[in-house]
């Protein structure tokens, strides 16, 4: 079983940058990062695998180029870095880890943070 805590989230007024973390309680292969906003499902964000260099990263195409994915060196934390923030990055942002190679952007992961509000104001 492997405990993830969240940190960071908050209010942001559009433009504005946040940062979120995540704290695994073991070091996995890959840690993510999700989103659900209201009324919608639950969406992939970023994520990254803790191969041996420097670590492969995945990013949905809605954020890429504004988000950054990083890892600690001990690989148990994980950062997303948020830039250039839009109204509809507001959600519920959750960490996750416990998945497979090669399934990164889809799935299943087995273990969950407990989410952070991220609200981006116009």
């Known amino acids: 079983q492997v405990q993830l805590v969240q940190s960071g989230g908050g209010l942001v007024q559009a433009g504005g940058s946040l940062r979120l973390s995540c704290a695994a309680s073991?070091?996995?292969?890959?840690m993510g990062w999700f989103r659900q906003a209201p009324g919608k499902e639950r969406e992939f964000v970023a994520a990254?695998?803790?191969?041996?260099?420097?670590?492969?990263?995945f990013y949905a195409d809605s954020v890429k180029g504004r988000f950054l994915i990083s890892r600690d060196v001990a690989k148990t934390t994980v950062y997303l870095q948020m830039n250039s923030l839009k109204p509809e990055d507001t959600a519920v942002y959750y960490c996750?880890?416990?998945?497979?190679?090669?399934?990164?952007?889809?799935?299943?992961?087995?273990?969950w943070g407990q989410g952070t509000q991220v609200t981006v104001s116009s």
């Open positions: 990254i695998n803790f191969t041996p260099t420097t670590g492969t990263t």
């Open positions: 996750a880890t416990g998945v497979a190679p090669g399934r990164e952007r889809r799935g299943p992961y087995s273990y």
């Open positions: 073991d070091s996995t292969y890959a």
